[in-house]
């Protein structure tokens, strides 16, 4: 699917991710109108620096909160593609502030799945996390919410062009909610503070989540979940390849935290179908009519895409050259 002459808008379009969707939407498409919608007014104004709303440039800065249902009603008019991104994702802010992070996580997604049915956007993609996969803390549990609602969003919409579906993906590399800034902060004191030398996690670049992202725009039917195929990495080689003359300390798992990241479970693998770059896990009502995919498998009884069962792990090296090359 081109994107170019369409009219896109993406929430949170200020953070780590839409900053990339931006460069790479400008660069390889040509869209009649690209829209940032985010709260932030500081963070609009550094990125018109790169990205000019000026003259004959299709990007448009709009001010608005995602817990405002009129105000999507407002940005969402004539809009083709939503790409949903805004959340509140700091696991430790989550926990402390719980009505907050359900105001913007799920009464946002409930105002999400309305203006767009409403206003009769074609596609809505949706970024969600690993933490969703048997959440342990408020912020997987809340985007576990969102992913229901979404899904099942599509009975809502019926007849009508709008189709919703989700992305979901691990850790980025380089983004503002990653521990390598906090690493490479650390490592100044020549001291990395690491939670539990047998943790793992899923690792992608922020260029890989928007390829994926923009893929799942192109094939999405309404109602899957797509989840790349990306490698894992122990924390405790993360932090040697990053300082690796520094002392590792640990101090254990926090509150809220996993040894180990999954992004399919057991149960949701029943519904999944297997290519060669991710997986599809697609709605389990027997009544959800969808086309077959070409080339899709179906993964072994008992399935589980872990991060301590990848069968892809990074590096060091590889490591190094994502984050000098994102």
């Known amino acids: 699917m081109t994107l170019d002459n369409l009219n ?9 991710f839409g900053n990339k969707f931006t460069e790479a939407v400008l660069r390889d498409h040509k869209p009649k109108k690209l829209v940032i919608f985010s709260r932030d007014e500081l963070k609009q104004h550094e ?15 709009f001010i608005g909160d995602v817990r405002d249902r009129q105000r999507l009603y407002r940005a969402f008019e004539d809009i083709d593609v939503v790409v949903h991104a805004a959340a509140l994702k700091q696991v430790p802010a989550c926990e402390y502030n719980p009505f907050e992070a359900v105001q913007t996580n799920i009464i946002g997604a409930k105002n999400i799945i309305d203006a767009a049915i409403d206003r009769g956007v074609s596609r809505v993609l949706t970024i969600s996390t690993d933490k969703a996969v048997n959440p342990v803390n408020l ?3 809340t985007k576990l919410c969102a992913e229901k609602m979404l899904v099942q969003a599509n009975a809502y919409s019926g007849r009508r062009r709008t189709r919703l579906s989700l992305c979901r993906y691990g850790n980025v590399v380089g983004s503002r909610g990653s521990v390598i800034p906090v690493f490479r902060e650390q490592r100044k004191s020549g001291v990395l503070n690491v939670t539990d030398a047998r943790m793992t996690r899923f690792w ?7 390829e994926f992202v923009l893929n799942s725009i192109d094939t999405m039917q309404g109602g899957e979940i ?14 040697r390849a990053i300082a690796p003359d520094c002392e590792l300390r640990y101090i254990g798992i926090r509150p809220g935290e996993k040894l180990h990241e999954s992004l399919i479970s057991v149960d949701e693998a029943r519904q999944t179908l297997e290519l060669d770059d991710g997986y599809i896990i697609r709605p389990a009502h027997p009544w959800w009519k969808m086309e077959e995919v070409s080339g899709a498998v179906a993964p072994p009884d008992g399935f589980a895409y872990t991060s301590d069962s990848n069968s892809k792990w990074l590096t060091a090296d590889k490591l190094k050259s994502l984050i000098e090359n994102d």
Not at 8 to 16: A, K, M, N, P, W
Not at 47 to 60: C, I, L, Q, W
């Open 8 to 16: 896109i808008l993406v929430t949170g379009g200020t953070g780590s």
């Open 47 to 61: 990125m018109r620096h790169r990205f000019s709303d000026a003259g004959t440039s299709p990007v448009r800065y």
């Open 139 to 141: 912020y997987g549990a």
């Open 204 to 210: 992608l670049t922020l260029e890989q989540g928007v």
């Open 226 to 239: 797509f989840v790349p195929k990306i490698p894992s990495m122990k924390v405790t080689d993360l932090a």
